[in-house]
């Protein structure tokens, strides 16, 4: 991803989509061809395209983020000040 936000396609690269992986055959402006394995191709928007691979990494990165969230914290080591007190004498 480029500063500005925009998601940069390059040709002959693959990427993916709800639809599934897709190789970008085209791109002329904003104007881009797409083929996934089936062989399905379509003309679609690169701003329409780069929205989804956004979200898609947002998403990922909100998984990840609860993931690490959920996992418990280490154990904290006992303080010194918790050590057993000795028994009075008798």
Do not use: C, H
Request: charge should be positive.
């Amino acid at each position: 991803m480029n500063p500005n936000g925009e998601f940069e396609f390059s040709v002959d690269e693959s990427y993916e989509n709800e639809k599934g992986q897709f190789k970008v055959v085209s791109i002329d402006g904003d104007a881009m061809v797409i083929r996934w394995k089936s062989g399905e191709e379509i003309q679609t928007s690169a701003e329409f395209q780069g929205r989804i691979q956004g979200r898609r990494q947002w998403e990922k990165k909100r998984q990840e983020d609860l993931a690490a969230a959920a996992k418990p914290a280490p154990a904290k080591p006992k303080s010194a000040a918790k050590k057993k007190a000795k028994a009075p004498a008798e």
